[in-house]
């Protein structure tokens, strides 16, 4: 069984920083791609940043220059980091996977990230 696990969110105040992670457990051969969404409340869910293995990351627009996505493929785990963060980054951030084997995106649960003085 396969399942993504988030950690790493919480409360910080604006132009603070915190490191997601997103785990992936279970039978893993490779993962193709993973990412991460976010959605707030009265807001749609947009794509924050995705990892395609072999090609190069994407970012929305709003978190260009401020979030980092990366990869630990020998840990099957993801990251973003996220720097000068702003009340408007405050939201539920899910994370997913695109893995081998396996039809259909995984999705991790979700971690609240609040970002307020």
């Known amino acids: 069984q396969v399942r993504l696990v988030e950690s790493g969110g919480g409360l910080v105040q604006p132009g603070g920083s915190l490191r997601l992670s997103c785990a992936a457990s279970g039978s893993i051969f490779s993962i193709n791609s993973m990412g991460w969404y976010r959605q707030a409340p009265g807001k749609q869910r947009e794509l924050v940043a995705h990892s395609t293995r072999g090609g190069s990351p994407n970012y929305a627009d709003s978190v260009k220059g401020r979030f980092t996505i990366s990869r630990d493929n020998a840990k099957n785990t993801v990251y973003l980091q996220m720097n000068s963060l702003k009340p408007e980054d405050t939201a539920v951030y899910a994370c997913?996977?695109?893995?081998?084997?396996?039809?259909?995106?995984?999705w991790g649960q979700g971690t609240q990230v609040t970002v307020s003085s």
């Open positions: 997913y996977a695109d893995i081998v084997g396996i039809r259909g995106i995984i």
